[in-house]
């Protein structure tokens, strides 16, 4: 099974970026009604996850998080949805969640002359989004989610 597509409401955004790390498609609903929440979950077969009671109960099969803390709320998704991944994919662009493209492989000879210095120092891959073209690649960033990601993955919902 793919994992489901989500529909973060504007309460958890770092977690919508978490998500987005880890290959889910998630719309986040920035400055939007719950009417137009509901809306858009049901146009676009997505799952909306919400610290909201109100919201969660008009959005069918709704995801509801009671707690603040990032690592309980992403040990929550997982406990309902076992298909997210808990390691970063390089799938999804965190600012806008359109797709990634890999641009370069490790080691590639033609790296794109427009990516600052220090990710064409990375040794690769290089991701960019498809829509607003930012780039991706393994940083100290990235080794700091992924370290995260193993510790809260082990701890169950909270
Ligand atoms: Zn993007």
């Given amino acids: 099974m793919a994992p489901p597509r989500l529909l973060a409401d504007e309460m958890v955004g770092r977690l919508a970026r978490y998500l987005r790390m880890l290959g889910c498609d998630t719309t986040y609903a920035r400055g939007w009604s719950d009417s137009e929440i509901v809306r858009r979950a049901r146009a676009e077969d997505r799952i909306v996850v919400t610290r909201d009671r ?40 965190t600012l806008c969640d359109g797709r990634l493209e890999r641009i370069a492989d490790p080691g590639a000879a033609e790296i794109p002359p ?45």
């Fill in 114 to 158: 427009e990516l600052p210095a220090h990710v064409r120092a990375s040794g690769g891959p290089i991701y960019r989004c498809v829509d607003c073209g930012h780039p991706y690649w393994e940083g100290s960033h990235t080794a700091d989610v992924r370290r995260r990601l193993r510790e809260w993955a082990g701890r169950g919902p909270g």
């Fill in 54 to 93: 109100e919201l969660a109960r008009r959005a069918p099969g709704a995801l509801l998080l009671t707690s603040p803390e990032l690592a309980a709320q992403l040990g929550a998704v997982w406990a309902r949805f076992p298909d997210v991944p808990t390691e970063v994919r390089f799938e999804r662009c």
